[in-house]
Protein backbone atom coordinates (compact mmCIF):
# COMPACT_ATOMS: atom_id res chain seq x y z
CA UNK A 1 0.00 0.00 0.00
CA UNK A 2 3.01 2.72 0.99
CA UNK A 3 4.74 1.66 -2.74
CA UNK A 4 1.16 2.27 -4.43
CA UNK A 5 0.61 5.43 -2.59
CA UNK A 6 4.76 6.78 -3.54
CA UNK A 7 3.40 5.66 -7.09
CA UNK A 8 0.53 6.95 -7.49
CA UNK A 9 0.07 10.28 -5.48
CA UNK A 10 2.99 12.47 -7.36
CA UNK A 11 1.00 11.60 -10.94
CA UNK A 12 -2.69 12.47 -9.71
CA UNK A 13 -0.61 15.46 -7.96
CA UNK A 14 0.60 16.74 -11.22
CA UNK A 15 -2.78 15.63 -13.05
CA UNK A 16 -4.24 18.01 -10.67
CA UNK A 17 -1.88 20.96 -10.87
CA UNK A 18 -1.64 20.65 -14.46
CA UNK A 19 -5.90 20.92 -15.02
CA UNK A 20 -6.45 23.45 -12.51
CA UNK A 21 -3.26 25.70 -14.40
CA UNK A 22 -5.20 24.51 -18.03
CA UNK A 23 -8.64 25.81 -16.36
CA UNK A 24 -6.96 28.91 -15.24
CA UNK A 25 -5.03 29.70 -18.74
CA UNK A 26 -8.68 28.66 -20.51
CA UNK A 27 -10.39 31.24 -18.34
CA UNK A 28 -8.22 33.57 -18.92
CA UNK A 29 -7.82 33.13 -22.40
CA UNK A 30 -11.49 33.07 -22.56
CA UNK A 31 -11.50 36.82 -20.98
CA UNK A 32 -8.97 37.89 -22.81
CA UNK A 33 -10.97 37.29 -25.87
CA UNK A 34 -14.16 38.59 -24.47
CA UNK A 35 -11.98 41.53 -23.65
CA UNK A 36 -10.38 41.72 -27.19
CA UNK A 37 -14.02 41.61 -28.49
CA UNK A 38 -15.15 44.70 -26.58
CA UNK A 39 -12.54 46.76 -27.82
CA UNK A 40 -12.86 45.98 -31.20
CA UNK A 41 -16.64 46.41 -30.84
CA UNK A 42 -16.05 49.57 -28.92
CA UNK A 43 -13.24 51.29 -31.74
CA UNK A 44 -15.92 50.29 -34.74
CA UNK A 45 -18.53 52.32 -32.67
CA UNK A 46 -16.07 55.08 -32.23
CA UNK A 47 -14.89 54.99 -36.20
CA UNK A 48 -18.70 54.68 -37.30
CA UNK A 49 -19.89 57.81 -34.77
CA UNK A 50 -16.53 59.91 -36.24
CA UNK A 51 -17.83 59.13 -40.03
CA UNK A 52 -21.14 60.36 -38.94
CA UNK A 53 -19.73 63.48 -37.45
CA UNK A 54 -17.80 64.33 -40.85
CA UNK A 55 -20.88 64.15 -42.78
CA UNK A 56 -22.84 65.52 -40.63
CA UNK A 57 -21.43 68.76 -39.82
CA UNK A 58 -21.80 70.55 -36.39
CA UNK A 59 -23.56 67.29 -34.73
CA UNK A 60 -20.92 66.10 -33.10
CA UNK A 61 -19.83 62.42 -32.08
CA UNK A 62 -20.24 62.02 -28.15
CA UNK A 63 -18.07 58.81 -27.04
CA UNK A 64 -18.55 58.99 -23.47
CA UNK A 65 -21.99 58.27 -24.19
CA UNK A 66 -20.80 55.17 -26.65
CA UNK A 67 -18.81 54.15 -23.76
CA UNK A 68 -21.35 54.51 -21.03
CA UNK A 69 -23.49 52.24 -22.63
CA UNK A 70 -21.07 49.78 -24.08
CA UNK A 71 -20.59 49.22 -20.22
CA UNK A 72 -23.87 48.63 -19.84
CA UNK A 73 -23.34 44.83 -20.67
CA UNK A 74 -22.49 41.86 -18.65
CA UNK A 75 -19.74 41.30 -16.22
CA UNK A 76 -18.57 44.73 -17.45
CA UNK A 77 -17.06 47.02 -14.59
CA UNK A 78 -16.00 49.63 -16.21
CA UNK A 79 -14.27 51.05 -19.50
CA UNK A 80 -11.54 53.68 -19.59
CA UNK A 81 -9.79 55.52 -22.51
CA UNK A 82 -6.29 56.92 -21.19
CA UNK A 83 -4.13 59.47 -23.11
CA UNK A 84 -0.38 58.82 -23.09
CA UNK A 85 -0.68 61.39 -19.97
CA UNK A 86 -2.58 59.35 -17.90
CA UNK A 87 -5.24 61.40 -17.94
CA UNK A 88 -8.74 59.63 -18.24
CA UNK A 89 -10.49 61.56 -21.43
CA UNK A 90 -13.71 58.53 -21.15
CA UNK A 91 -14.97 56.81 -18.56
CA UNK A 92 -18.45 54.67 -17.88
CA UNK A 93 -18.02 56.91 -14.36
CA UNK A 94 -18.54 59.93 -15.60
CA UNK A 95 -17.39 61.67 -12.43
CA UNK A 96 -13.66 60.47 -13.01
CA UNK A 97 -13.06 61.66 -16.38
CA UNK A 98 -10.10 64.25 -16.29
CA UNK A 99 -8.32 62.31 -13.17
CA UNK A 100 -4.84 60.80 -13.79
CA UNK A 101 -5.15 56.82 -14.25
CA UNK A 102 -3.16 56.49 -11.01
CA UNK A 103 -3.46 52.28 -11.70
CA UNK A 104 -1.25 51.61 -14.02
CA UNK A 105 2.64 53.18 -14.07
CA UNK A 106 3.05 52.54 -18.24
CA UNK A 107 0.43 54.51 -20.16
CA UNK A 108 2.59 55.55 -22.46
CA UNK A 109 4.22 52.59 -23.42
CA UNK A 110 0.69 51.09 -23.33
CA UNK A 111 -0.80 53.58 -25.78
CA UNK A 112 1.91 53.19 -28.47
CA UNK A 113 1.36 49.32 -28.55
CA UNK A 114 -1.08 47.46 -30.36
CA UNK A 115 -0.51 44.15 -28.30
CA UNK A 116 -3.67 43.08 -26.34
CA UNK A 117 -2.21 42.71 -22.40
CA UNK A 118 -3.98 41.71 -19.18
CA UNK A 119 -3.91 41.81 -15.65
CA UNK A 120 -5.66 41.44 -12.46
CA UNK A 121 -6.33 44.45 -9.95
CA UNK A 122 -8.00 44.47 -6.27
CA UNK A 123 -11.21 46.87 -7.27
CA UNK A 124 -12.25 49.69 -4.05
CA UNK A 125 -14.75 46.76 -3.18
CA UNK A 126 -12.07 44.29 -2.78
CA UNK A 127 -13.23 42.11 -5.31
CA UNK A 128 -10.95 41.32 -7.98
CA UNK A 129 -10.75 42.47 -11.64
CA UNK A 130 -9.62 41.18 -15.18
CA UNK A 131 -8.36 44.44 -16.58
CA UNK A 132 -7.35 43.83 -20.82
CA UNK A 133 -6.08 46.82 -22.21
CA UNK A 134 -3.92 47.97 -25.64
CA UNK A 135 -3.65 51.14 -27.57
CA UNK A 136 -6.97 52.63 -28.38
CA UNK A 137 -6.92 52.97 -32.64
CA UNK A 138 -10.84 53.98 -33.50
CA UNK A 139 -9.41 55.01 -37.28
CA UNK A 140 -6.77 53.70 -39.51
CA UNK A 141 -6.08 56.44 -41.57
CA UNK A 142 -6.13 60.48 -40.83
CA UNK A 143 -5.95 62.60 -44.26
CA UNK A 144 -6.68 65.91 -45.08
CA UNK A 145 -10.57 66.74 -45.58
CA UNK A 146 -11.45 69.14 -48.60
CA UNK A 147 -12.53 71.12 -45.31
CA UNK A 148 -8.72 71.46 -44.38
CA UNK A 149 -9.72 70.93 -40.73
CA UNK A 150 -11.72 68.69 -38.57
CA UNK A 151 -12.83 69.81 -35.38
CA UNK A 152 -13.36 67.49 -32.81
CA UNK A 153 -14.55 68.18 -29.34
CA UNK A 154 -11.95 67.88 -26.49
CA UNK A 155 -13.62 65.92 -23.97
CA UNK A 156 -14.56 63.31 -27.04
CA UNK A 157 -11.46 61.55 -29.26
CA UNK A 158 -8.08 61.85 -29.49
CA UNK A 159 -7.23 63.95 -32.37
CA UNK A 160 -6.05 67.72 -32.73
CA UNK A 161 -5.50 69.22 -35.85
CA UNK A 162 -4.07 72.50 -36.68
CA UNK A 163 -4.08 74.10 -39.97
CA UNK A 164 -3.44 71.97 -42.87
CA UNK A 165 -1.32 69.28 -40.58
CA UNK A 166 -2.83 66.51 -38.45
CA UNK A 167 -1.20 65.25 -35.07
CA UNK A 168 -2.48 62.02 -33.63
CA UNK A 169 -2.48 61.25 -29.77
CA UNK A 170 -2.46 58.33 -28.91
CA UNK A 171 -4.63 56.77 -26.12
CA UNK A 172 -4.88 53.32 -24.39
CA UNK A 173 -7.68 51.48 -23.21
CA UNK A 174 -9.01 49.70 -20.10
CA UNK A 175 -11.49 47.56 -20.49
CA UNK A 176 -12.12 45.81 -16.45
CA UNK A 177 -14.73 42.81 -16.12
CA UNK A 178 -15.97 41.27 -13.14
CA UNK A 179 -14.52 38.29 -11.99
CA UNK A 180 -16.54 37.37 -8.88
CA UNK A 181 -18.30 34.62 -10.93
CA UNK A 182 -15.49 33.60 -12.48
CA UNK A 183 -13.42 33.15 -9.40
CA UNK A 184 -15.89 31.17 -7.91
CA UNK A 185 -16.68 28.76 -10.71
CA UNK A 186 -12.69 28.21 -10.71
CA UNK A 187 -12.66 27.66 -6.83
CA UNK A 188 -15.47 25.09 -8.04
CA UNK A 189 -13.48 23.75 -10.16
CA UNK A 190 -10.40 23.33 -8.37
CA UNK A 191 -12.13 21.75 -5.54
CA UNK A 192 -13.88 19.16 -8.57
CA UNK A 193 -10.55 18.90 -9.97
CA UNK A 194 -8.90 17.39 -6.04
CA UNK A 195 -12.02 15.56 -4.90
CA UNK A 196 -11.46 13.96 -8.85
CA UNK A 197 -8.06 13.48 -8.17
CA UNK A 198 -8.92 12.05 -4.88
CA UNK A 199 -11.31 9.55 -6.48
CA UNK A 200 -9.17 8.35 -9.07
CA UNK A 201 -6.54 8.03 -6.52
CA UNK A 202 -8.54 6.02 -4.22
CA UNK A 203 -9.75 3.87 -7.67
CA UNK A 204 -5.93 3.40 -8.70
CA UNK A 205 -4.99 2.31 -5.22
CA UNK A 206 -7.77 0.20 -5.03
CA UNK A 207 -7.10 -1.55 -8.26
CA UNK A 208 -3.37 -1.89 -7.60
CA UNK A 209 -4.37 -3.29 -3.83
CA UNK A 210 -6.97 -5.87 -5.86
CA UNK A 211 -4.13 -7.12 -8.16
CA UNK A 212 -1.76 -7.60 -5.30
CA UNK A 213 -5.07 -9.32 -3.28
CA UNK A 214 -6.09 -11.51 -6.41
CA UNK A 215 -2.28 -12.27 -6.86
CA UNK A 216 -1.52 -13.06 -3.16
CA UNK A 217 -5.07 -14.91 -3.29
CA UNK A 218 -4.02 -17.41 -5.92
CA UNK A 219 -0.68 -17.61 -4.54
CA UNK A 220 -2.04 -18.56 -1.00
CA UNK A 221 -4.67 -20.81 -2.73
CA UNK A 222 -1.89 -22.69 -4.75
CA UNK A 223 -0.01 -22.94 -1.63
CA UNK A 224 -2.55 -24.52 0.09
CA UNK A 225 -3.51 -26.75 -2.40
CA UNK A 226 -0.20 -28.16 -2.59
CA UNK A 227 0.17 -28.34 0.95
CA UNK A 228 -3.48 -30.06 1.33
CA UNK A 229 -2.29 -32.41 -1.20
CA UNK A 230 0.76 -33.42 0.58
CA UNK A 231 -0.53 -33.75 4.13
CA UNK A 232 -3.33 -36.12 2.02
CA UNK A 233 -0.63 -37.94 0.71
CA UNK A 234 1.13 -38.36 3.58
CA UNK A 235 -1.94 -39.35 5.73
CA UNK A 236 -3.45 -41.52 3.16
CA UNK A 237 -0.19 -43.82 3.12
CA UNK A 238 1.37 -43.40 6.00
CA UNK A 239 1.77 -47.05 8.13
CA UNK A 240 -0.19 -46.19 10.97
CA UNK A 241 -3.61 -45.13 11.70
CA UNK A 242 -5.01 -41.75 12.51
CA UNK A 243 -8.29 -40.29 13.57
CA UNK A 244 -9.43 -37.27 14.52
CA UNK A 245 -12.21 -36.01 16.77
CA UNK A 246 -13.58 -32.80 17.12
CA UNK A 247 -14.41 -30.97 20.63
CA UNK A 248 -17.38 -33.45 20.51
CA UNK A 249 -15.67 -36.36 19.73
CA UNK A 250 -17.39 -37.23 16.65
CA UNK A 251 -14.98 -38.31 13.53
CA UNK A 252 -13.54 -35.80 11.10
CA UNK A 253 -10.72 -37.33 10.03
CA UNK A 254 -9.77 -40.81 9.48
CA UNK A 255 -7.27 -42.77 7.12
CA UNK A 256 -7.50 -46.55 5.25
CA UNK A 257 -4.85 -47.86 7.10
CA UNK A 258 -7.03 -46.71 11.06
CA UNK A 259 -10.46 -47.52 8.84
CA UNK A 260 -9.65 -51.25 8.44
CA UNK A 261 -8.18 -51.67 11.60
CA UNK A 262 -11.58 -51.27 12.89
CA UNK A 263 -12.83 -52.91 10.33
CA UNK A 264 -15.32 -49.82 8.57
CA UNK A 265 -15.30 -47.97 5.71
CA UNK A 266 -14.48 -44.49 5.42
CA UNK A 267 -17.24 -42.81 3.75
CA UNK A 268 -19.57 -44.45 6.34
CA UNK A 269 -17.66 -43.10 9.75
CA UNK A 270 -17.05 -39.66 9.30
CA UNK A 271 -19.24 -37.63 11.40
CA UNK A 272 -20.27 -40.26 13.73
CA UNK A 273 -19.35 -40.52 17.36
CA UNK A 274 -16.28 -42.30 18.45
CA UNK A 275 -18.14 -44.78 20.86
CA UNK A 276 -20.21 -45.81 17.72
CA UNK A 277 -16.89 -47.14 15.90
CA UNK A 278 -14.06 -47.77 18.15
CA UNK A 279 -14.06 -50.47 21.38
CA UNK A 280 -14.27 -49.17 24.73
CA UNK A 281 -10.79 -49.43 25.94
CA UNK A 282 -9.88 -46.97 22.94
CA UNK A 283 -13.14 -44.39 24.35
CA UNK A 284 -12.03 -44.27 27.60
CA UNK A 285 -8.35 -43.24 27.14
CA UNK A 286 -10.31 -40.26 25.35
CA UNK A 287 -11.97 -39.22 29.19
CA UNK A 288 -8.53 -40.06 30.38
CA UNK A 289 -6.93 -37.74 28.52
CA UNK A 290 -9.38 -34.92 29.59
CA UNK A 291 -8.95 -35.57 33.39
CA UNK A 292 -4.91 -35.54 32.61
CA UNK A 293 -4.39 -33.35 29.43
CA UNK A 294 -1.33 -34.80 28.96
CA UNK A 295 -0.54 -37.25 25.96
CA UNK A 296 -1.52 -40.82 26.39
CA UNK A 297 0.72 -43.38 25.25
CA UNK A 298 -0.44 -47.30 25.12
CA UNK A 299 -0.75 -50.56 24.56
CA UNK A 300 -4.56 -52.08 24.55
CA UNK A 301 -5.88 -55.44 23.75
CA UNK A 302 -9.56 -56.01 22.74
CA UNK A 303 -11.93 -59.13 21.13
CA UNK A 304 -13.02 -58.11 17.45
CA UNK A 305 -16.79 -58.82 16.61
CA UNK A 306 -15.81 -61.93 14.75
CA UNK A 307 -13.71 -63.46 17.92
CA UNK A 308 -10.34 -62.12 16.69
CA UNK A 309 -7.95 -60.32 19.62
CA UNK A 310 -5.97 -57.48 18.36
CA UNK A 311 -3.37 -55.91 19.97
CA UNK A 312 -3.24 -51.70 19.69
CA UNK A 313 -0.54 -49.37 20.38
CA UNK A 314 -2.46 -46.29 20.75
CA UNK A 315 -1.20 -42.58 21.10
CA UNK A 316 -3.35 -40.05 22.01
CA UNK A 317 -3.04 -36.33 22.43
CA UNK A 318 -5.18 -32.99 22.37
CA UNK A 319 -5.21 -30.57 19.40
CA UNK A 320 -5.03 -26.91 20.39
CA UNK A 321 -4.89 -23.67 18.65
CA UNK A 322 -2.10 -20.91 19.20
CA UNK A 323 -4.56 -19.49 21.08
CA UNK A 324 -4.81 -22.03 23.56
CA UNK A 325 -8.27 -23.50 22.08
CA UNK A 326 -9.49 -26.60 22.88
CA UNK A 327 -9.66 -28.04 18.68
CA UNK A 328 -10.40 -31.87 19.42
CA UNK A 329 -8.01 -34.90 19.48
CA UNK A 330 -5.68 -36.82 17.61
CA UNK A 331 -5.68 -40.93 17.58
CA UNK A 332 -2.39 -42.54 16.10
CA UNK A 333 -2.82 -46.33 16.33
CA UNK A 334 -1.24 -49.01 15.30
CA UNK A 335 -2.06 -52.62 15.04
CA UNK A 336 1.23 -54.73 16.72
CA UNK A 337 -1.01 -58.14 17.08
CA UNK A 338 1.25 -59.82 15.04
CA UNK A 339 4.60 -58.24 16.11
CA UNK A 340 3.32 -59.25 19.78
CA UNK A 341 2.94 -62.63 18.16
CA UNK A 342 5.94 -63.16 16.79
CA UNK A 343 8.03 -61.58 19.53
CA UNK A 344 6.10 -64.34 21.55
CA UNK A 345 7.57 -66.78 18.68
CA UNK A 346 10.65 -65.54 19.53
CA UNK A 347 10.56 -66.24 23.27
CA UNK A 348 9.25 -69.33 22.42
CA UNK A 349 11.84 -70.27 20.20
CA UNK A 350 14.61 -69.08 22.37
CA UNK A 351 12.77 -71.52 25.04
CA UNK A 352 12.44 -74.50 22.73
CA UNK A 353 16.06 -73.98 21.96
CA UNK A 354 16.79 -74.24 25.07
CA UNK A 355 14.82 -77.18 26.22
CA UNK A 356 16.29 -79.22 22.93
CA UNK A 357 19.62 -78.61 24.01
CA UNK A 358 18.73 -79.51 27.40
CA UNK A 359 16.96 -82.92 26.11
CA UNK A 360 20.17 -84.05 23.71
CA UNK A 361 22.07 -83.78 26.78
CA UNK A 362 19.50 -85.69 28.72
CA UNK A 363 18.78 -88.25 25.44
CA UNK A 364 22.46 -88.83 25.25
CA UNK A 365 22.66 -89.83 28.83
CA UNK A 366 19.54 -92.02 28.89
CA UNK A 367 20.68 -94.13 25.96
CA UNK A 368 23.17 -96.11 27.20
CA UNK A 369 21.31 -97.12 30.51
CA UNK A 370 18.68 -97.79 28.01
CA UNK A 371 21.00 -100.21 25.72
CA UNK A 372 21.73 -102.10 28.97
CA UNK A 373 18.39 -102.30 29.88
CA UNK A 374 17.31 -104.09 26.62
CA UNK A 375 20.75 -105.95 26.65
CA UNK A 376 19.44 -107.26 30.00
CA UNK A 377 15.73 -108.05 28.61
CA UNK A 378 17.23 -109.72 26.10
CA UNK A 379 18.75 -111.74 28.25
CA UNK A 380 16.27 -112.37 30.49
CA UNK A 381 13.74 -113.56 27.42
CA UNK A 382 15.93 -116.00 26.15
CA UNK A 383 16.85 -117.44 29.45
CA UNK A 384 13.43 -117.45 30.58
CA UNK A 385 11.96 -118.79 27.46
CA UNK A 386 10.26 -122.42 29.04
CA UNK A 387 8.39 -119.42 31.24
CA UNK A 388 5.93 -117.73 29.24
CA UNK A 389 5.17 -115.25 31.68
CA UNK A 390 8.37 -114.10 32.17
CA UNK A 391 9.56 -114.52 28.62
CA UNK A 392 6.54 -112.01 27.68
CA UNK A 393 7.58 -109.62 30.31
CA UNK A 394 10.81 -109.63 28.86
CA UNK A 395 9.79 -108.64 25.66
CA UNK A 396 7.66 -106.16 26.50
CA UNK A 397 10.91 -104.64 28.33
CA UNK A 398 12.47 -104.86 24.74
CA UNK A 399 9.54 -103.27 22.80
CA UNK A 400 9.43 -100.15 25.12
CA UNK A 401 13.21 -99.46 25.36
CA UNK A 402 12.46 -99.72 21.66
CA UNK A 403 10.06 -96.94 21.86
CA UNK A 404 12.56 -94.62 23.99
CA UNK A 405 14.87 -95.28 21.67
CA UNK A 406 12.57 -93.79 18.46
CA UNK A 407 11.61 -91.02 20.87
CA UNK A 408 15.08 -89.98 21.81
CA UNK A 409 15.97 -90.22 18.30
CA UNK A 410 13.26 -88.05 17.07
CA UNK A 411 13.94 -85.64 20.10
CA UNK A 412 18.08 -85.88 18.70
CA UNK A 413 16.96 -85.08 15.20
CA UNK A 414 14.76 -82.10 16.55
CA UNK A 415 17.77 -80.28 19.34
CA UNK A 416 19.77 -80.41 15.61
CA UNK A 417 19.80 -78.19 12.45
CA UNK A 418 18.28 -79.90 9.55
CA UNK A 419 20.21 -81.39 7.33
CA UNK A 420 18.96 -81.69 3.09
CA UNK A 421 20.52 -81.84 0.34
CA UNK A 422 18.60 -80.24 -2.48
CA UNK A 423 18.45 -81.87 -5.95
CA UNK A 424 15.98 -80.36 -8.90
CA UNK A 425 12.99 -83.18 -8.74
CA UNK A 426 9.27 -83.44 -10.07
CA UNK A 427 6.82 -82.69 -7.24
CA UNK A 428 4.08 -84.32 -8.64
CA UNK A 429 6.04 -87.44 -9.07
CA UNK A 430 7.20 -87.31 -6.00
CA UNK A 431 3.75 -86.58 -3.95
CA UNK A 432 2.24 -89.58 -6.50
CA UNK A 433 5.02 -92.02 -4.95
CA UNK A 434 4.36 -90.39 -1.38
CA UNK A 435 0.49 -91.79 -2.05
CA UNK A 436 1.37 -95.01 -3.37
CA UNK A 437 3.05 -95.67 0.46
CA UNK A 438 -0.10 -95.00 2.19
CA UNK A 439 -2.57 -96.40 0.28
CA UNK A 440 -2.61 -99.70 1.91
CA UNK A 441 -3.29 -98.13 5.07
CA UNK A 442 -6.06 -95.46 4.21
CA UNK A 443 -7.97 -98.21 2.42
CA UNK A 444 -8.13 -100.24 5.48
CA UNK A 445 -10.07 -97.61 7.05
CA UNK A 446 -11.94 -96.85 4.30
CA UNK A 447 -10.52 -93.87 3.22
CA UNK A 448 -10.53 -92.82 -0.48
CA UNK A 449 -7.83 -90.10 -1.95
CA UNK A 450 -8.42 -87.98 -4.28
CA UNK A 451 -5.34 -85.87 -6.22
CA UNK A 452 -5.58 -83.03 -8.42
CA UNK A 453 -1.76 -82.76 -9.54
CA UNK A 454 -1.00 -81.26 -12.98
CA UNK A 455 1.79 -83.32 -15.03
CA UNK A 456 3.43 -79.82 -16.30
CA UNK A 457 4.46 -78.37 -12.58
CA UNK A 458 7.52 -76.78 -12.52
CA UNK A 459 10.45 -78.74 -11.15
CA UNK A 460 11.68 -77.83 -7.87
CA UNK A 461 15.03 -78.01 -5.75
CA UNK A 462 14.59 -80.02 -3.02
CA UNK A 463 15.46 -82.83 -0.55
CA UNK A 464 13.26 -85.47 -2.02
CA UNK A 465 13.53 -88.61 1.32
CA UNK A 466 13.24 -85.33 3.90
CA UNK A 467 10.23 -83.96 1.96
CA UNK A 468 8.50 -87.56 1.43
CA UNK A 469 8.67 -87.98 4.79
CA UNK A 470 6.85 -84.15 5.32
CA UNK A 471 4.19 -85.54 3.05
CA UNK A 472 3.92 -89.27 4.77
CA UNK A 473 3.53 -87.89 7.94
CA UNK A 474 0.81 -85.31 7.31
CA UNK A 475 -1.11 -88.23 5.31
CA UNK A 476 -0.69 -90.78 8.30
CA UNK A 477 -1.92 -87.93 10.89
CA UNK A 478 -5.13 -87.47 8.15
CA UNK A 479 -5.21 -91.42 8.40
CA UNK A 480 -5.73 -91.28 12.01
CA UNK A 481 -8.12 -88.39 12.50
CA UNK A 482 -10.74 -90.34 10.45
CA UNK A 483 -11.46 -93.42 12.57
CA UNK A 484 -14.75 -94.18 10.11
CA UNK A 485 -13.38 -93.68 6.82
CA UNK A 486 -13.21 -90.33 5.27
CA UNK A 487 -11.39 -88.51 2.09
CA UNK A 488 -8.00 -87.42 1.86
CA UNK A 489 -7.37 -84.16 -1.16
CA UNK A 490 -4.49 -83.93 -2.79
CA UNK A 491 -3.70 -80.86 -4.49
CA UNK A 492 -0.66 -79.02 -6.64
CA UNK A 493 -0.84 -75.99 -8.02
CA UNK A 494 1.88 -73.39 -9.42
CA UNK A 495 1.61 -69.98 -8.80
CA UNK A 496 3.01 -68.39 -11.69
CA UNK A 497 2.45 -64.92 -10.35
CA UNK A 498 4.21 -65.46 -7.24
CA UNK A 499 6.51 -67.83 -7.93
CA UNK A 500 5.88 -70.59 -5.32
CA UNK A 501 4.14 -73.79 -5.71
CA UNK A 502 1.24 -74.74 -3.36
CA UNK A 503 0.48 -78.23 -1.89
CA UNK A 504 -2.60 -78.82 -0.28
CA UNK A 505 -3.58 -81.77 1.92
CA UNK A 506 -7.60 -81.70 3.02
CA UNK A 507 -9.44 -84.15 5.32
CA UNK A 508 -12.47 -84.58 6.92
CA UNK A 509 -11.55 -86.03 10.04
CA UNK A 510 -13.04 -84.85 12.89
CA UNK A 511 -10.09 -81.49 13.10
CA UNK A 512 -8.66 -78.84 15.61
CA UNK A 513 -9.71 -77.29 18.51
CA UNK A 514 -8.88 -73.65 17.86
CA UNK A 515 -7.30 -73.15 20.83
CA UNK A 516 -4.89 -76.10 20.02
CA UNK A 517 -4.21 -74.72 16.89
CA UNK A 518 -1.44 -72.03 17.55
CA UNK A 519 0.50 -75.11 19.56
CA UNK A 520 0.55 -77.82 16.98
CA UNK A 521 4.12 -77.34 15.87
CA UNK A 522 5.38 -77.20 19.64
CA UNK A 523 7.50 -80.26 20.18
CA UNK A 524 5.80 -82.29 22.54
CA UNK A 525 2.24 -81.15 22.04
CA UNK A 526 -0.18 -83.64 21.14
CA UNK A 527 -3.91 -84.28 21.35
CA UNK A 528 -2.68 -88.23 20.82
CA UNK A 529 -3.49 -90.36 23.44
CA UNK A 530 -0.27 -92.28 22.49
CA UNK A 531 1.37 -89.64 20.35
CA UNK A 532 5.21 -87.87 20.96
CA UNK A 533 3.69 -84.64 19.92
CA UNK A 534 7.28 -84.45 17.48
CA UNK A 535 5.85 -85.14 14.22
CA UNK A 536 4.65 -81.93 12.92
CA UNK A 537 7.60 -80.32 14.88
CA UNK A 538 9.88 -81.99 12.55
CA UNK A 539 7.37 -81.40 9.73
CA UNK A 540 7.72 -77.47 10.25
CA UNK A 541 11.24 -77.60 10.38
CA UNK A 542 11.57 -79.14 7.07
CA UNK A 543 9.90 -77.25 5.46
CA UNK A 544 11.34 -74.02 7.25
CA UNK A 545 15.12 -75.48 6.08
CA UNK A 546 13.52 -75.61 2.03
CA UNK A 547 12.63 -71.71 3.02
CA UNK A 548 9.18 -72.86 2.67
CA UNK A 549 5.87 -71.80 4.58
CA UNK A 550 3.12 -74.11 6.47
CA UNK A 551 -0.24 -73.50 7.29
CA UNK A 552 -2.74 -75.34 8.97
CA UNK A 553 -6.61 -74.49 9.09
CA UNK A 554 -9.31 -76.84 10.83
CA UNK A 555 -13.02 -76.46 11.93
CA UNK A 556 -13.33 -79.11 14.68
CA UNK A 557 -15.71 -81.70 13.53
CA UNK A 558 -15.45 -80.78 9.79
CA UNK A 559 -11.58 -81.66 9.24
CA UNK A 560 -8.29 -80.13 8.63
CA UNK A 561 -6.41 -78.15 5.33
CA UNK A 562 -2.75 -77.90 5.61
CA UNK A 563 -1.05 -76.46 3.00
CA UNK A 564 2.36 -76.04 2.22
CA UNK A 565 4.56 -73.16 -0.07
CA UNK A 566 7.77 -73.97 -1.96
CA UNK A 567 9.52 -71.50 -3.78
CA UNK A 568 10.66 -73.08 -7.46
CA UNK A 569 12.04 -69.52 -9.39
Known amino acids: MIGSVVILLPIFVLWAIDNINRQKDSTTMLLMEKGAALIRSFEAGARTG ?17 LVETAKLPDIKYITVVDADGYIIAHSDRTRIGEIYDNFSDIEETAFSTELKWRRVVDPEGGYVFEVFRRFSPRHVYSRTRLGKIIIDRDLLNSVQIGDSSQEKMQAIFVGMDMSLIEEARKEDVRHTLLMGAILLLVGLAGISSLFLVNAYRTTKSSLKRIKAFSDNVVENMPIGLVALDPDRKIISINNVA ?68 MGYLILLRDITEIRSLKREVERSRRLASIGGLAAGVAHEIRNPLSSIKGFATYFSERYSHVPEDKKTAEIMVREVERLNRVISRLLELAKPVSIEKKSASPGALIQHSIKVIERDAAKKDISIITDIPEDLPLIDLDSDRMNQV ?22 EAEKRSGMLRITITDTGRGIDKKDLAHVFDPYFTTKQSGTGLGLSIV ?17 GKGTKVTIFLSYK
Open 540 to 556: HRTIESHNGEIAIESDQ
Open 259 to 326: ATIFNNARSSVTGMAAESMMPAEVTDLIREINDTKAGIEREISYHTPDGKRLTLEINLSRLEGDDGAF
Open 471 to 492: LLNLYLNAIEAMDNGGTITVNA
Open 50 to 66: MMGMMTTRGTGFQLQRL
